[in-house]
């Protein structure tokens, strides 16, 4: 019955390891409900806005997480 969500600080990769990052978060989708990437919702930790983001998203409220 839980809703389960990776919330990562990073940035697009265009390095030679970005093939290796991709496919950890590619296995990493598999055990969780949500990934939100910050480079790809355009907000960062500790900003306040991506965990209501994060919120929205898994469609609860902060008193049920």
């Given at each position: 019955g839980f809703r389960t969500c990776?919330?990562?600080?990073?940035?697009?990769?265009?390095?030679?390891?970005r093939l290796r990052t991709a496919a950890l978060l590619?296995?990493?989708?598999?055990?969780?409900?949500?990934v939100?990437?910050?480079?790809?919702?355009?907000?960062?930790?500790?900003d306040p806005r991506i965990y209501s983001y994060a919120l929205e998203v898994l469609r609860v409220k902060p008193e049920e997480v």
């Open positions: 990776i919330l990562t600080n990073n940035w697009v990769d265009d390095g030679a390891g590619e296995r990493l989708r598999r055990h969780f409900h949500v939100l990437e910050s480079c790809r919702i355009g907000m960062s930790k500790p």
